[in-house]
């Protein structure tokens, strides 16, 4: 059965009778309620959400035309049908002039069903046709978002407020930062609704990846917008987690939601909920449209936070760069500026110096460079067959050259045979050599081993060094992560981006990479390569 509210504006209580007794036996489950003044009229149509309001035509205290402009004055598209004894023809022409949907002989009531049925599809259309317009004109405006917004934090908030009104009273959008999709939550509103209320709701209820969560779960589990368009109070106290949560809905009327989760690249990076005072605001059939909204979001938000890391690390980058460049400029200031005598003595020193600052502007210079062609898939490999034990040797030979503090020792090195391209392994290698050094200062020992695993090689390098926290261990190959900033052991040149680039270079090659960590303890980071085919038989 068809829900249907229908709001009568008639003084006669039999008279209404009979038109719900008519209805109802059209098969409409019908909900209504009668009244006979302006007063009434408008505040109905304020605090309910009506399907339709069928009008007689004279009153005591009020008429049917009066009965209208009270409807069109409140905004809300409603159809109007006038349901009346005895009326002229020019009464009636008049009416549906001034915007009265159709008209309804109260001795004819056997035509009103399907008066109502038309009125309720057309009705349905231009809600439809309006949703979609608001829906279009958000999305172009999200890609202007996307080239005028000025950062990261900016882009949130306009995209709550690009929403409003046009497809929601009030809205909220949750974005990942760094850690989940709750990181960043901006909210948007009519004027007239409860800020602080929308802002507690926001932060005090947000979405969680609890597949149990009754407003969220369904929508973050299956990533596909959901729709609850009739909410009454019994829903709102099924949706609600507690007291507070249920007296936060009502102050806010949330009569219609639209919960929509922001998809890019495949990762969930937020939720778009749309929500209205006005029930039946969203249907079924808007949920495809709402679903290219989020993902529009989704792009224009991961975009302006990419866009912010890649400021960041610029950042860091230019800062790491100046401190080898001041290095070195002081030395050579201090070349010239040596008296004959020491020359001699001073120079090997000082040109070391100069020499070990080139070598790290080299490779801060190169990881930027990677950086930036890893961003564009461009990293290309040139595959050759090589003997993995060979290339293990002589990497940890050079490693062992530039450190004397540390003792390098290859515990096992079988032979295989590996299809890579050998100058990217040895990059990998390299840098997980230089940060086992780098990162247990003045503790010896760093023992490498590579071992054929059935298809795979798998080469280890592992250090008593400082180890790694184990609430930072999840976010060591993420782009630009540095877990020891803030501490001692903060190093210069360190761009944070080493580990990243080599967990590309390896994932390429259809290896992986991994590491165990203790803190305090050390730790042993490990890469795997496929063997090459016929070295496997
Ligand atoms: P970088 O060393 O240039 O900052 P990496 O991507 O190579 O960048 O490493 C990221 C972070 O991981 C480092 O900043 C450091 O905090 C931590 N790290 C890497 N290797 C080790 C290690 N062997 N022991 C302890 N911490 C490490």
Same mark, same amino acid.
């Given at each position: ?26 098969? @409409?489950? +019908? ?6 003044? &302006?007063?009434?009229? /408008? =505040? $109905? #149509? %304020? *605090? ?54 159709? @008209?309804? +002989? ?6 009103? &069903?399907?008066?109502? /049925? =038309? $009125? #309720? %599809? *057309? ?64 909210? &948007? ?349």
């Amino acid at each position: 059965m068809t829900p249907l509210a229908v709001l009568m504006v008639d003084d006669s209580e039999n008279d209404a009778l009979l038109i719900a007794r008519e209805l109802k036996r059209a098969g @409409f489950d +019908l909900y209504t309620k009668r009244v006979d003044t &302006a007063e009434a009229l /408008a =505040r $109905e #149509l %304020r *605090e309910h959400a009506w399907d339709l309001v069928l009008a007689d035509f004279s009153m005591p205290h009020f008429t049917g035309p009066l009965a209208l402009e009270v409807v069109q004055k409140a905004n809300l598209d409603v159809p109007f049908i006038l349901v009346s004894g005895t009326v002229g023809e020019e009464t009636a022409v008049a009416m549906m002039k001034a915007g009265a949907h159709d @008209f309804v +002989l109260k001795d004819h009531l056997g035509r009103l &069903a399907a008066v109502v /049925a =038309r $009125e #309720l %599809r *057309e009705v349905t259309i231009r809600r439809q046709r309006r949703w979609a317009e608001a829906a279009l004109e958000t999305l172009a405006e999200a890609g202007r978002l996307a080239v005028e917004a000025p950062d990261f934090e900016a882009v949130i908030a306009r995209a709550a407020e690009l929403v409003v009104p046009r497809l929601a009273d009030w809205s909220i959008v949750y974005a990942r930062d760094r850690r989940s999709i709750t990181d960043v939550i901006s909210v &948007a509103s009519l004027p007239e609704i409860d800020r602080a209320g929308l802002e507690e709701l926001a932060r005090r209820y947000p979405p969680t990846l609890d597949d149990r969560d009754p407003l969220f779960g369904e929508v973050v589990r299956k990533r596909s917008p959901a729709l609850s368009s009739r909410i009454d109070d019994e829903q709102l106290a099924r949706l609600a987690h507690d007291d507070r949560h249920l007296q936060l809905m009502k102050k806010l009327e949330l009569r219609s939601l639209m919960l929509i989760p922001q998809v890019a690249r495949e990762r969930l990076v937020g939720v778009l909920v749309l929500a209205s005072r006005q029930r039946g605001r969203y249907s079924e059939a808007d949920l495809g449209i709402a679903n290219e909204i989020g993902g529009r979001f989704a792009l224009v938000v991961e975009n302006a936070r990419l866009a912010r890391e890649r400021d960041e690390f610029i950042s860091t980058a230019v800062h790491e760069i100046k401190t080898p460049l001041a290095v070195i400029k002081t030395a050579v200031q201090m070349v010239k500026e040596l008296p004959p005598e020491r020359r001699e003595a001073r120079l090997p020193t000082l040109l070391d110096r100069v020499d070990r600052q080139c070598n790290r502007l080299t490779r801060l210079v190169n990881e930027v460079l990677e950086v930036s062609r890893i961003d564009l898939k461009r990293l290309a490999l040139i595959r050759t067959r090589i003997d993995l034990a060979e290339l293990v040797e002589r990497v940890v030979a050079e490693a062992q050259d530039i450190s004397a503090h540390h003792q390098l020792r290859i515990l096992r090195n079988d032979p295989v045979t590996v299809d890579v391209d050998p100058e990217r392994v040895e990059q990998v290698l390299t840098n997980l050599l230089s940060n086992a050094i780098r990162y247990s200062p003045g503790k010896g020992a760093i023992e490498i081993e590579s071992r054929r695993d059935r298809m795979e090689a798998v080469v280890s390098v592992r250090d008593h060094g400082i180890g790694i926290p184990t609430e930072k261990q999840a976010r060591m190959f993420e782009r630009f992560y540095r877990a020891h900033v803030g501490t001692p052991y903060e190093h210069a040149s360190s761009l944070g981006v080493g580990l990243y680039l080599s967990r590309e270079i390896i994932t390429r090659h259809g290896g992986k990479m991994g590491f165990e960590s203790m803190d305090g303890l050390g730790s042993t980071f490990w890469f795997s390569l496929p063997i090459a085919e016929e070295a496997q038989r």
